[in-house]
């Protein structure tokens, strides 16, 4: 994995300085309130409902066993013992003091880690796939580029004071883990015909209160082009994006108003100046951050295969987790591990200091010490032996960290919600553990299949509920909660918004509601091989919005 | 001094230190418990906490100052908002098992 340099090492360093100080200097009233705060959001530090919050940066999601106990430390030491992942891959603490924030940034930077560019609008933490360089899938591992994009933007004086917020996600395979539609821009590696690697470059996804899909404007874009391409489509969304308002400052609306092609045609005529001057990425730059995210040596693990088909037989529970959430690695004697942070009825994404160091030692263990952070808000251990599998589950469980269902309609993405965001309408978590308790039953879960619900606590849609099978939208209405919902989101490579059912939900109707969907999914599929989505794709809106409203309009 | 009925207002804030939710009490000290806040029933009353937030947000004591308003009930002051309910409460959720431990360390 990517090893800091002396130049990283400064900057870091010269950073946690500089904010120590712009803190020392706050908290002696030197400073006030609103010259402060663009300095501490700059670092993560936002002011919450009932006390500041810090976003880490997890660069593309990845962490070794170091770095999670640290993350550990943190929670038990300068917050109330837990944390939140979050579908920026990235973890928030919800309870810091500010005085302790240039300790926590100190210590955050003795294990490589920061919080810059977590906030503001500028090129934010850079995403990738959570099963990089180890998927059997891949094409080539997006977290090198993901890494030279995160060096080149990092306070990028050009490019630090956009029009709005900027997010980047990268992913290695046809099978898009990363969510790139919904990215201002989305790269996908892959070979042309000649067997040379570069990019498809998709600009002008986004969520929130306008959620547009992106749209590809290349291809197929050489690896050595990609910081100068990037540079071209940065530039002219420099020039043109709206800073009048807020609400339209996104690429997505300049994609949108400008149309796709005049931009693009734009974008072709800036990089034209850029293409062969200094920012062509050398080959042997491109090889020395490769080298960096070298794979672990894996050596041949042959009888793990004969073993787990033994474990399978002899307890249904592993075999369960294993069905679930253990993927296929390129290396045929080894598994991706998702350990879910979904136990049933639980907080999505949160985990406590003692199962960060669980996972940490496990990785030690088991897993060659890496840990990824999805932007489903679970962990995964990439590179584990088939012949560990059933150490590794043993040792989860005893943690709490062993519930087989990665993917199902209880493996929820939940915002914080109004239980913590002073940005929302209403609240997202209690929801997510109401669903999650009434769908718990492992058997009728399994029935239901594949089927992911999204919930955000506000149109900003932080909780991707614009991309979910099922998606919920809380809004206020007159004073109260209310929830909407919307169905047939997805955020894959067959990326599509959902379409919001009618009208609203109160929290007392609402789990009866996605019941109600549910059932009808499963009176209408034709079979347990067709999956919530592909069954409401052929099937529309119509059944599901008879299901929900019918009686009503019946009785009225 | 005659002045008009108002609802019942209270003056919120989050500590500056720690970013805590804090309420302003009857003798213009901060406190963790919105129970303990001073009632402003009268317009003088509210004028009068506003000026005492600015001038906290002055002093650099806290930040975020809002007035809201509030129900008095037989259990204490109660947020129309659930917004503020729930900064007067805490999360609705059983959010961290290891919380107890670090609360009363740090109380
Ligand atoms: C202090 C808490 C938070 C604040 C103030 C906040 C603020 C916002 C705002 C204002 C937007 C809308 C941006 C736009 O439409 O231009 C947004 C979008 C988003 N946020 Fe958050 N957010 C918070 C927490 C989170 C959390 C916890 C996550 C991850 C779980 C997250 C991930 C996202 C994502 C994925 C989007 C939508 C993608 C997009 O930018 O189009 N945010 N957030
Ligand atoms: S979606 Fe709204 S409520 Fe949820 S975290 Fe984002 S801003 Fe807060």
Known sequence: MYRYDEFDHAFVEA?????????????????????????????????????????????????????????????????????????????????????????????????????????????????????????????????????????WSSVHPEF??????????????????????????????????QGELGFAVWIGGGQGRTPILAKKIRDFLPEADLLSYTTAIMRVYNLHGRRDNKYKARIKILVHETGVEQLSAEIEAEWAHLKDGELKLPGADIAAINAYFAPPALAPRAEGWGELAAWKKSDPGFAEWVGRNVAPHRHPDYAMVTISLKPIGGIPGDASADQMDAVARLAEEFAHDEIRVTHEQNLVLPHVALADLEPLYRALLTDGLATANAGLITDIIACPGLDYCALANARSIPVAQEISNRFGDPKRQAEIGDLKIKISGCINACGHHHVGHIGILGVEKKGAELYQISLGGSGDEHASIGQITGRGFEPGELTDAIETIVDTYLANRTGAAETFIECYRRIGAGPFKAALYNSESEAA | MKTTQTKTKVLT???????????????????????????????????????????????????????????????????????????????????????????????
């Not at chain 1, 029009?163 to 821009?185: N, Y």
């Not at chain 2, 059983?94 to 109380?107: E, H, L, T």
């Open chain 1, 160 to 193: 630090s004071f956009l029009p709005r917020k900027f997010k980047i996600a990268v992913t290695g395979s046809e099978r898009d883990r990363a969510a790139i539609q919904v990215h201002d821009i989305g790269l996908q590696l892959k070979k042309n015909d």
């Open chain 2, 13 to 107: 804030a989050n500590r500056l230190t720690d970013g805590i939710s804090v309420w302003l009490g009857a003798s213009g000290e901060w406190t963790t418990s919105l129970k303990d806040a001073f009632l402003a029933r009268h317009e003088d009353a509210v004028a009068a906490i506003e000026a005492a937030g600015q001038t906290a947000l002055a002093d650099n004591r806290v930040v975020d100052v809002n007035v809201i308003e509030i129900e008095e009930t037989e259990s204490g002051p109660r947020p129309y908002r659930l917004r503020e309910r729930i900064r007067a409460d805490g999360p609705t959720i059983d959010y961290a098992p290891a919380s107890a431990a670090r609360v009363s360390q740090a109380a």
């Open chain 1, 15 to 151: 950073r946690v300085n500089q904010f120590s100080d712009q803190v020392a200097r706050r908290l002696s009233g030197e400073i006030s309130e609103d010259a402060f705060k663009p300095l501490r959001l700059m670092n993560g530090v936002y002011l919450q409902l009932h006390a500041y919050m810090l976003r880490v940066a997890i660069p593309y999601g990845t962490l070794n066993s170091r770095q999670m106990r640290k993350l550990a430390h943190i929670a038990r030491t300068y917050d109330r013992g837990y944390g939140h992942f979050t579908t920026r891959q990235n973890i928030q603490y919800n309870w810091p003091a500010l005085s302790d924030m240039p300790a926590i940034l100190k210590e955050l930077a003795e294990v490589e880690m920061h919080a810059i560019q977590t906030s503001g609008n500028c090129i934010r933490n850079v995403t990738a796939d959570h099963f990089a360089g180890a998927a059997a899938d891949e094409i080539a591992d997006p977290r090198p580029y993901a890494e030279i994009l995160r060096q």
